[in-house]
Structure formats: structure tokens, C-alpha cells
């Protein structure tokens, strides 16, 4: 990614004080039915790439059905060093790289599928979408999610207008699908699926962020991924008035 050293900071910091990643798939992806469509494609020699993977959640979870596969290569790549090593410990079989997602440096119809969440709106979203086109294959799939907010929407982080933010280094929140299809399209990819379910956050989340923060003790990040804690953060979940992702697969044309 593109960003500036106290941008790099920041997320360097966001990811020191960050919960534990779990391996459940509802805390990368909101709607169910988007994973289980983007599940068809993965099959045997398959080479999978998650850009800007994070801490790892969705690559955990593509690495483990890609296993059930002969010779799939599944491969994390972001920008943050802080952020791979949490996602070395949840997925310690996979290849990592640290590099800018919009310069990869990969040849041309390197990958057969090429996952993302939540990082396009980091981005320029025109060179993210033509990088990705560059190194997919033809016929291969691109699962992409990322934010969308209606004029309802509310939360509490604003940015430098007054408006309401999820992330305050987000570039852009789409408002609406047919403006993210549309880049799709120009760089020739062709939807196959899409839904935009709402964003939910847990008000534990919100709960052991604070604690961890105000008496500097990680041991309320550390307790994230424990099973009956994680439980607790899926049932204390709420939609943030106004939140949507736009959940999308592509296939490359």
C-alpha cells in the first residue's frame, strides 16, 4: 500500500493493540453465502493469493479448504509486519509477503484466485483493481469485499469533513454497488455473485479494546480468541446504523 510513514504508524499501532485474530470466518466475511459460493472455486492446482491479508482470518480459512486439494499454493500478502506475524501464528504453513498491493511485482496470470477484504478502500481503487486484473488469470475469481454506507449511516469516528467514518484512513466508503461493479467491468472482470449484508460490530469487541488500552494489559487481547469468548462477541454483535459491505466474486473475462 501507498501510505505515508505515519499512516504505516498507525496501523502498526492499531495492529500491536488489536484482539487476537480468531479462525471463525463471520469476523472476515458478513454473509455466509458469500463464503460458501467463493468455496466452489477452489479445486486441485490451484496458486491463492489473499492481498492485504491482515491478520489472517480469511487466509486461515482459505488455507484450510485449499488442503483438502492436491497442490494448491496459498500465499499472505500486506503491507504491515505487525499484522503477518499474527497471521503466521494462525496460519504458520503459509508463504508470506510484505509489499505494496497495488505494485505487487508478480508476473503477469501469476494466481488462479485472488482474495481480498476490507483493504480496496485503503487504496486507489482503479490501480488495485487493474494490479489485480494484471496478475490473475483468465477465468480466474476475485473475492473482494469492502464498505458501503447509505446517507443514514453513523458511527462514531469522523473524518476531516465531520462525516462518519468506519476507519479513519479509509480513502473512500462506496455508496452505492454499481460504482465498484463498474471498475470491475472496465478492467474486465465479470461479477458472479454479490450481496451486501450488513456490517455488525460486538459491543465486547468494544469492551476489550478499551480495557487493553486503559491499563496498557494485552491479556484482554489475548482472551479474544478463546472459544467461549468468541461466542459471546458473535451474540453481542449489532448492525452500525447505515454500514453495508458490498460483498462481490468475479471472474476474470
Known amino acids: 500500500m501507498r501510505i505515508n510513514k505515519s499512516e504505516k504508524k498507525y496501523f502498526e499501532d492499531a495492529y500491536k493493540w488489536s484482539l487476537k485474530p480468531v479462525k471463525d470466518i463471520s469476523f472476515s466475511l458478513y454473509s455466509a453465502n458469500t463464503w460458501k459460493t467463493f ?27 485449499a488442503k483438502k486439494y492436491n497442490n494448491c499454493n496459498v500465499l499472505g500478502y500486506d503491507f504491515s509486519e505487525e499484522a503477518i506475524l ?18 505487487t511485482k508478480f508476473e503477469d496470470n501469476t494466481f488462479d484466485i485472488v482474495a481480498s477484504t476490507m483493504t480496496i478502500e485503503h487504496v486507489d481503487d482503479e490501480k488495485f483493481i487493474e494490479e489485480v486484473s494484471r496478475i490473475i488469470k483468465p477465468k480466474g475469481a476475485f473475492l473482494l469485499n469492502t464498505v458501503m454506507k447509505t446517507d443514514r449511516a453513523w458511527y462514531y469516528l469522523k473524518d476531516k469533513n465531520g462525516e462518519s467514518v468506519l476507519e479513519l484512513t479509509h480513502l473512500r466508503e462506496y455508496t452505492n454497488t454499481d460504482e465498484l461493479i463498474s471498475k470491475l467491468e472496465k478492467y474486465n472482470f465479470k461479477p458472479a455473485f454479490l450481496e451486501t449484508p450488513r456490517i455488525k460490530f460486538s459491543i465486547l469487541d468494544f469492551i476489550l479494546l478499551r480495557l487493553a488500552r486503559r491499563f496498557k494489559n494485552k491479556y484482554f487481547l489475548d482472551v479474544a480468541d478463546k472459544d467461549i469468548v468468541v461466542k459471546i462477541r458473535k451474540m453481542l454483535k449489532i448492525p452500525i446504523p447505515g454500514y453495508f459491505a458490498i460483498e462481490v466474486i468475479a471472474t476474470k473475462e
Open 39 to 65: 468455496q466452489k472455486y477452489i479445486s486441485d492446482n490451484k496458486t491463492i493469493i489473499d492481498l492485504g491479508c491482515g491478520a489472517g482470518v480469511l487466509l486461515y480459512n482459505i488455507n484450510k479448504i
Open 86 to 103: 499474527y497471521a503466521r501464528k494462525l496460519c504458520p504453513e503459509v508463504k508470506f509477503v510484505i509489499g505494496d498491493v497495488v505494485d
